[in-house]
């Protein structure tokens, strides 16, 4: 009976150590969920992992060249090597707001360099990761000192509202498109006028993503009016001056009409991943042009704030590179014929597509369209196909092609030698 006992002991404490060597293994995370996949960069995962030769990948937002292959700059490549050959260049961190060369050019390359406001150092300049880091740092600054919500065009960039929402606002959406494709102005303007006064208003600077399709400039001083009644915080998102037109004045032509004409306080994003092909340097700047220089210094001073306990400093290289060209005439004067060899090259894609498409005489997406045509009406980098879910689904998963879910094809990624293949696919 008492060898019984023992035996009955020795187990239960065998299984009680058992349990709780199981309990030490299992990590204390264990229980946290997976996250969805991205729905851009997860394009470029799913793309990668295809093993099939004639794959096309139409997701992400990078140039190409005419072979489909990545490109550097030439003002890049002259650039890096005049900084690797400086004795004097070292790898010491950057003051908070950045590289002081790089703001100085910055700014005056998307106000202009006759901008009231650049002239008379109204502006509030830090340097940013990228685009993305640069609305990252406005929507801190707006849940601060101007909490309200942020209204985004429906569509819009896949990160807009997590951006603004993970700085703890509340967004909203704006009516943008119609089902054919083109601007739906009407609407646009009812949703921005019922908004309550005091609202956050982001707008797509040129090339809209994900759907090339931009207010003519009748349609944007009638969007500066709305603005000025309603006394919005206007942010607007810059992601591809010079890209879009292959004009730098060409393509920041609405925000200098609020700016530099209408005086409207704003912000600005900026980033030099497409018109740079800095993709992996992540370089950008938040830019809040305000009425004096004295608000300018203070605004200034709270977004160093912001910026010093979330990443402390920027990067170095990638401002360096930027700074090093727009500082020199012949480099910044070839980084403009780069810019419009890139965009001229998007161009021409969208003519070669569309008339593949007529010469196969490929059905529409729906009976909303009678032609193609928006394909070559829409800028920029980005072609908003009308193709639907199931569209995609089938263009990916039976041909190959891989694009967004929502129909937005990269025209990067079209080229000479694949341009047969996409159409024949859709």
Known sequence: QDLGRMVFRRGALALACAMMLGMASASRWASVPMAPADPILGVGVAFAADPAATKVNLGIGAYRDS???????????????????????????????????????????????????????????????????????????????????????????????????????ETRKYRYLTPTMTLDFEGMCEDLSAAPDGSVFVLHTVAHNPTGVDPTHEQWKKLADICEKKKAVIVFDTAYQGYASGDLDKDAWALRYFANERGLELMVTQSYSKNFGLYGERIGALNIMVKDAETAVKVQSQLKGIVRPMYSNPQLHGARLVSTVLSDKRLKATWQQELTAMATRIVDMRTALVNELKKIECPTPSAAFSDWSHIT??????????????????????????????????MAGVNPGNVKYIAAAM
Not at 92 to 101: A, H, I, N, R, T
Not at 107 to 123: L, Q, T
Not at 380 to 395: E, N, R, Y
């Open 377 to 410: 009406s829409q800028i920029g980098m980005f072609a908003f196909t009308g193709l639907s879910v199931d569209q995609c689904k089938v263009l990916t998963e039976t041909h190959h092609v891989y694009c967004t879910s929502n129909g937005r094809f990269s």
């Open 67 to 169: 072979e489909g292959k990545p490109l550097v700059l030439r003002c890049v490549r002259e650039a890096e090597k005049a900084i690797a050959n400086d004795p004097t260049m070292n790898k010491e961190y950057l003051p908070v707001q950045g590289l002081e060369s790089f703001l100085k050019v910055t700014s005056a390359v998307i106000f202009g360099d006759e901008s009231p406001a650049v002239k008379e150092n109204r502006i509030a300049v830090v340097q940013s990761l990228s685009g993305t880091g640069a609305l990252r740092i406005a929507g801190e600054f707006i849940k601060m000192y101007s909490p309200a919500a942020v209204y985004c065009s429906d569509p819009t960039w896949g990160n807009h509202h997590t951006i603004f929402q993970k700085s703890g606002l």
